[in-house]
């Protein structure tokens, strides 16, 4: 391999990791909910709050967040939570795909199906599927780990550019077309700096991640 085709597939691998390591953090501060053990080992999680502070408005609103986080918080986290994507009562942001792009707000719509069918490409399957949608935010994000986590293995593959075609599709079929609705429905009804910060960083992140793997596919196949 020349030293040029080395120096880009390091720099590749670096950029896979780091992008599998922000879906896995943004899929923990989408948990249902979290609990005060997790939000305090974020908050001691150096390595996460050097990350956070670099990465624009949500990345310092949430590194501000942790560093203040106190153990009364905790509560009005989990409530807020419930309030925002849970229940009881109406849902101030529902966490799934089809909400936002159907014409009736109907869950099991055909993004849903849409979503599922890519699953199924890669051998995966939802455990309760046709009991829940297939489109929640938390498996969209499960589904990003998993390719980023392949794409790593396959780095020297020629599956590799196949790979990074199928997250490309993703997030411009799928994440980046509703994930804004979602977050900005958050950021105008939440009082709460966790889960504004986290709202601003995964919208951020979705555009940023689409274009950075655009370019890196391009790169790839230039080599």
């Not at 609103?61 to 939570?81: A, K, P, T, V």
């Not at 109406?90 to 069918?117: G, H, I, T």
């Not at 293995?153 to 980046?176: A, G, R, Y």
Request: charged share 25%.
């Amino acid at each position: 391999m020349s030293t040029t085709k080395v120096r880009l597939h390091t720099e590749l691998e670096i950029f896979l990791q780091s992008r599998k390591n922000f879906y896995q953090l943004l899929q923990l501060l989408f948990s249902d909910p979290l609990h005060g053990e997790t939000l305090m080992q974020i908050k001691q999680n150096h390595t996460i709050q050097e990350l956070l502070e670099e990465i624009h408005e949500g990345g310092k609103i949430l590194h501000r967040y942790f560093e203040h986080l106190s153990e009364g918080q905790i509560n009005q986290e989990r409530d807020e939570y419930n309030r925002l994507f849970v229940g009881p009562g109406p849902l101030v942001a529902p966490a799934w795909e089809s909400y936002y792009r159907s014409k009736e707000q109907l869950l099991f719509d055909n993004c849903n199906y849409e979503v599922r069918k890519q699953y199924h490409q890669f051998g995966l399957q939802n455990v309760r599927e046709n009991n829940e949608p297939d489109d929640h935010l938390l498996l969209e994000l499960e589904f990003m780990i998993y390719l980023a986590e392949l794409s790593i293995k396959k780095i020297e593959s020629i599956e590799l550019v196949d790979l990074l075609s199928s997250q490309i599709s993703i997030l411009e079929n799928h994440l980046s077309v509703w994930i804004p609705y979602f977050c900005k429905r958050i950021i105008e009804n939440t009082h709460s700096q966790l889960y504004l910060g986290t709202a601003i960083l995964l919208e951020d992140f979705i555009g940023f991640d689409l274009q950075s793997l655009t370019e890196e596919k391009e790169a790839l196949i230039n080599v």
